[in-house]
């Protein structure tokens, strides 16, 4: 099984990983503060740094494409909202809303 490893600012959590759920999603089952409002890649209070693990998730998807800049983009920046684990592997993400 994979663990998750989610940072918020109250620290770091770590969670069975289930794939095809969205980090969103898998935060709130845990009871994890994950800045969220629309869902729908709009509001980015879930934006999102993947600092491993980038490989075993879901491509960029056109919502993020249309809300987070190339730059951020470049570096590893997400949103929550968006992004679901499509297989196993070492994945560590930090909330990092602007
Ligand atoms: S919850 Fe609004 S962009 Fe992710």
Redesign the pocket.
């Known amino acids: 099984m994979t663990i998750l490893t989610l940072v918020t600012r109250n620290g770091t959590h770590q969670v069975p990983a289930v794939t095809d759920q969205t980090i969103?999603n898998l935060a709130k089952q845990h009871k994890i503060a994950w800045?969220?409002?629309?869902?729908?890649?709009?509001?980015?209070?879930?934006?999102t740094k993947v600092e491993a693990g980038a490989e075993c998730l879901n491509e960029v998807t056109k919502?993020e494409k249309l809300?987070l800049r190339k730059a951020e983009r470049a570096v590893g920046f997400r949103?929550?909202?968006?992004i679901k684990l499509k297989r196993p592997g070492e994945v560590k993400l930090v909330h990092v809303p602007y």
Do not use: F, S
């Open positions: 969103v800045g969220h409002a629309c869902e729908r890649g709009i509001c980015a209070q879930c934006r919502e809300r949103l929550g909202c968006q």
